[in-house]
């Protein structure tokens, strides 16, 4: 088989075989196809589009390029939640605890944080002590003992995928659905977990733009996730604004741990609700209206916050930190930012939000800059709310001084403040399954 004849017969709107597609993900991973043939042919596929089958066949052989994660002894019980991306999401710090507190069986591997999107190992890493690293018995071991455990990607999961999404980015072929899907679901195939909830967001702060944009992509995911045998739903979710009032890595997990201790309102709580109720009513085959009132339960009796209590302690964290939030290492600096008009706010944009925080030091604008866990931003104001002149619309927090003045100038482009007051748009556009 030549790569030539693969990359002519897709840029000439072809269906690959099988054969083909596994050729080209073996040779790639293996570095027996050179970048260029393979950028043509991530290229042709961008404007050919795929099949479902290729995209399936594509989705397993990536899934399979590298180490997989055995489940097996879970059965049905075992829970993964995917997040597309976005500003704010502290969803699974939430969702894990309630879920496993529930009887599913989560053992979750998360990502770090990149541009202006948060990662959750980054934000656990906040809590002193915590090991994000275990070996494969410890992570497997806590989950049969506790129901959970969340560390980050370890091993040589889906190299396939790191190859081809490093040639993706620098070659304009990351938009691409079929390849978007294959990315993101071998990641989650690989991962091991017989029920998947992806969480698809849409909106300023996410990677899709438009609610038809997002449906198109979870309808897809979702139906390559069946195809390779996984019980898959995906809900999308609102990123026009960032989720929740804080964005950073010790705020979110303050902010998560008061949920879990009864905050029990607002957008952070009720797409954590939606998102975990998902999940138990796979894990437990009920329908999903008992499984909400079952994870209200959870989170209104403490259940839910004990869960989370045990797992950060069985990964060496200091619970300490759970309970008394106050032990938390405050920011050095802090800054109101203040409406500079009266009116509604109109628009939070969670993107530009999401590149303040880094700016403050609370993410990375590249793999090895250094995170300050304690730097952030803290919304008080968001979209819908009326504002006086004057009135704090956020507070920055920083151990960079010097920062402080292009945050705020970020944050200042960011809210819209007009004389109407805007529609509200819902925290969830719909639920694929
Ligand atoms: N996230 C991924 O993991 N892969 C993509 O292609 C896009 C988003």
Redesign the pocket.
Known sequence: MRMYDVIRKKRDGGELSDAEIAFFVDGFTKGEIPDYQASALLMAIFFRGMTERETVTLTDNMAKSGDTVDLSRFGMLSADKHS??GVGDKTTLIVAPVVASLGGRMAKMSGRGLGHTGGTVDKLESIPGYRTSLSPDEFLGQVEKIGLSVIGQSGNLTPA?KKL?AL?DVTAT?DSIP??TS??MS?KLAAGSHNIVLDVKVGSGA?MKTPEDAETLAREMVKIGKGCGRNVRAVLSNMDVPLGSAVGNSLEVIEAANILKGADSGDLYEVSVILSAQLVSMVRGVSVEEAERAVREAIRSGAAFAKMKEWVSSQGGDVGYLDDTDLFPAAKYRKDVTAPRGGYIFSTDAEKIGEASVVLGAGRASKEDAIDHAAGILIKKKTGDRVEKGDVICTLLTNDESSLADAEKEVLSAVGIGDEKPDNKPLVFGIIS
Do not use: E, H, M, N
């Open positions: 597309t991306g995928d999404y993706r990351v390849l978007i990315s993101i990641k990677f």
